[in-house]
């Protein structure tokens, strides 16, 4: 069974760095997508970050370009993000999902396109 278990978040000060970590599973991904959205409440799921599990360019919105940057660790089958600069609108429960094989560059922002999903860790930015 495939699971995505995040870890590290918590309460920040604006300005501050954080890193998340999603622990993977058994399953090897190989070409699968894997990424990061996040959700604040009353707001949609917002695509942060994602990359291909055997390598590749990364994948980036718009609102985390230049802070944010998002890594894979094969020995210890993990991937992780690390977040720079944080702001208060940054503040949402971080989620880790993978897809169940690879896709084309136009379908890594699509949170429809990603089948495996852990909990969420949530990150509190503060004044």
């Known amino acids: 069974q495939v699971q995505l278990v995040e870890s590290g978040g918590g309460l920040v000060q604006a300005g501050d760095s954080l890193r998340l970590s999603c622990a993977v599973s058994?399953?090897?991904?190989?070409?699968?997508?894997m990424a990061w959205f996040r959700q604040a409440p009353g707001k949609e799921r917002e695509f942060i970050a994602s990359i291909r599990w055997n390598g590749g360019s990364p994948y980036y919105g718009n609102v985390v370009k230049g802070r944010f940057t998002i890594d894979r660790n094969h020995a210890q089958n993990t991937l992780s993000i690390q977040m720079n600069s944080l702001k208060l609108e940054d503040t949402a429960n971080y989620l880790c999902?993978?897809?169940?094989?690879?896709?084309?560059?136009?379908?890594?922002?699509?949170?429809?396109?990603?089948?495996?999903w852990g909990q969420g860790t949530q990150v509190t930015v503060s004044s």
């Open positions: 999902a993978a897809s169940d094989g690879p896709l084309y560059s136009g379908q890594y922002y699509d949170s429809s396109f990603y089948h495996y």
């Open positions: 058994t399953r090897t991904f190989g070409g699968s997508a």
